[in-house]
T-cell receptor, first 111, second 116 residues
Framework: GQNIDQPTEMTATEGAIVQINCTYQ??????LFWYQQHAGEAPTFLSY????GLEEKGRFSSFLSRSKGYSYLLLKELQMKDSASYLC????????????FGAGTRLAVHP | DAGVIQSPRHEVTEMGQEVTLRCKPI?????LFWYRQTMMRGLELLIY????????DSGMPEDRFSAKMPNASFSTLKIQPSEPRDSAVYFC??????????????FGPGTRLTVL
């Protein structure tokens, strides 16, 4: 079956670094997506990983280990505006198009 | 590009009434998705279309829900009759449907539905 696990909530301090983990189980694998969703807004695309390793994009980086069914999103130099939910998603059954989303991790950044 | 457009942004209705939500996908995107998001259940896929044809409606909760895509630039999600438990934010998303990062789905602003 398909399963995605993420911590429900995290808190961090402005200027710090935070790592949001995601573990997944899927019958196949065709990439992993991270989305950011601010309260009351739509999810927006952050990153996509299909190969093992770290993908860096400014203050945000995403890591993937396919053998461990594990990914993390690393946020550096945290800003107040980074307070949001972060959703991990994988294509259903390793196929395409249909994504299964995790419940999301709600990150609160404090001064 | 204008992005995915949804209307209305907010809808308040009474139990038993018909509700119609509308979506215009990004031009050139062949895939259109309807999601529902609640605190309890998170983001759930209801149905998706490819080239205006429904591909998977296994997430549609029951017969009260129906969706159509009469052309490449317009889709509707209808709830008839509506019930209080249908209260949620309904998102429409679209993608080019190609493999890999091109599978990225772009979401509209959502419709916040409240059924009294």
């Amino acid at each position: 079956g398909q399963n995605i696990d993420q911590p429900t909530e995290m808190t961090a301090t402005e200027g710090a670094i935070v790592q949001i983990n995601c573990t997944y189980q899927t019958s196949g694998f065709n990439g992993l997506f991270w989305y950011q969703q601010h309260a009351g807004e739509a999810p927006t695309f952050l990153s996509y990983n299909v190969l093992d390793g770290l993908e860096e994009k400014g203050r945000f980086s995403s890591f993937l280990s396919r053998s461990k069914g594990y990914s993390y999103l690393l946020l550096k130099e945290l800003q107040m505006k980074d307070s949001a939910s972060y959703l991990c998603a994988v294509p259903f059954s390793g196929g395409y198009n249909k994504l299964i989303f995790g419940a999301g991790t709600r990150l609160a950044v404090h001064p | 590009d204008a992005g995915v457009i949804q209307s209305p942004r907010h809808e308040v209705t009474e139990m038993g009434q018909e509700v119609t939500l509308r979506c215009k996908p990004i031009s050139g995107h062949d895939y259109l998705f309807w999601y529902r998001q609640t605190m309890m259940r998170g983001l759930e896929l209801l149905i998706y279309f490819n080239n205006n044809v429904p591909i998977d409606d296994s997430g549609m909760p029951e017969d009260r829900f129906s969706a159509k895509m009469p052309n490449a630039s317009f889709s509707t999600l209808k709830i008839q009759p509506s019930e209080p438990r249908d209260s949620a934010v309904y998102f429409c998303a679209s993608s080019s449907g190609l493999a890999g990062v091109s599978d990225t789905q772009y979401f509209g602003p959502g419709t916040r539905l409240t059924v009294l």
